[in-house]
């Protein structure tokens, strides 16, 4: 029971530093992290790209030289409204079996069983084949400039990693069939604004030339278009893996493929916005800003739009599909596209394997499978320098949960965080003890 309430309440007390970002203000996390390392003997490292802004670094030397394995987590949170929530999203309030708080899935819960794993290390005396870095950063939820990107220019061996491990993936449970899937590969970022002009004037004398009904007539266009399905291997594998696992007719001995011919089934899939974003570029708009007073016709109109493309994707012929859906009317503008187009990591390896295994020991025999993360992570930067590269936290996470993690009422169940702890200190020891 005492390590019970001590992991909880480290996790909460992570939770109540607020890390929003932005700005972020992580400082105060990591000096959180470090006193803990530092009290388990532990050597470590920080870094500050900028002012309040800062990342973590310890290492447990290996027999060998050279590739590292790392266990990456970032500390930043995204915003939370503290009116929309049953709970103070920053108290890491503890009720009815859960810990709740923006952060407890994505991902300080991780970033704590990393954590925990990397000192069980050191009180083992486990000398790993190679270093194990823990590495705690900054800034992943507005793109890791002065997150991994900063780091990996400042730690040069970051770059010579042979693995790193961070979030991505999980053990979801849903109507009872439980499976695990590991984030070997991310859509592409996409985001956009598309812009307006018109006539401004009195709203009694409406003009044909309205910055507004431009940009409605245009996110329309945009909204209304059906994105052709495409499915990647990876894709392929995992649902095909989730159906035959659930026991679906359609796929006792047929593909994913084959069975998206049947319309019926095709839109079941389109109906589910998980499945629908593994086998579709997806175009949301997020912000529409216009006008300031209700009798006035404002001159200019925007609409923000967050776009993810399927990693086969070409984003200048998917840029080129906007324009011409927008018309002559719109001013397009790109806001971001990420470091690069996200490189896909093997999921036939033995780290697969060994990911694998740990769980059948825990789990039994369920559906271990590759999956594609339909947002984005720091791991693309490792991915794209080809370091095989997983997202995978091994928690029991209900779909209702899952939802909640960008949302309100953010939580995690204490008993299955507290097996994930579990479980991490077995992946962790397997990927100390694995020479290839």
Known sequence: MAERDYVVKLLTDFIRINTTNPPGNEEDAVAFLEDILRKEGLETQVYLPVKKRANLISRIKGKEKGRPVILLGHIDVVPANPDEWEVNPFSGDVKDGYIYGRGTIDMKSQVICHLLAFIEL???????ERDIIFLATCDEEVGGQYGVEFMLNEVKDLKDASFVLSEGGCIIEEDGFVHAQIAVAEKKLSQFKIKAYGKSGHGSMPTKDSANEKIIKACNSILSYDWPVKVTGIVNTYLTGIFKGKGLKDFQSSSLKEALKDKKFRRSIEDNPLYNALIKNTVTLTILKSGEKINVIPSESE???????????????????????????????????????????????????????VLERSMGNIPVLPSLLTGASDLRYFRNLGIPSYGFFPVVLSKEDVVRMHGKDERIPIQNFCDAIDRTHEIVQFLANYRG
């Open 122 to 128: 050191k009180k083992k005396d486990v000398i790993p």
């Open 303 to 357: 609409a923000y739009f967050d776009a993810r493309l399927l990693p086969q994707e070409d984003r200048e012929a998917f840029m080129k599909k906007i324009e011409r859906l927008c018309g002559r009317d719109i001013k397009i503008e790109r806001i971001s596209s990420g470091s690069s187009d996200p490189i896909p990591s093997p999921y036939k390896t033995s780290y697969f394997t060994g990911i694998k295994k």
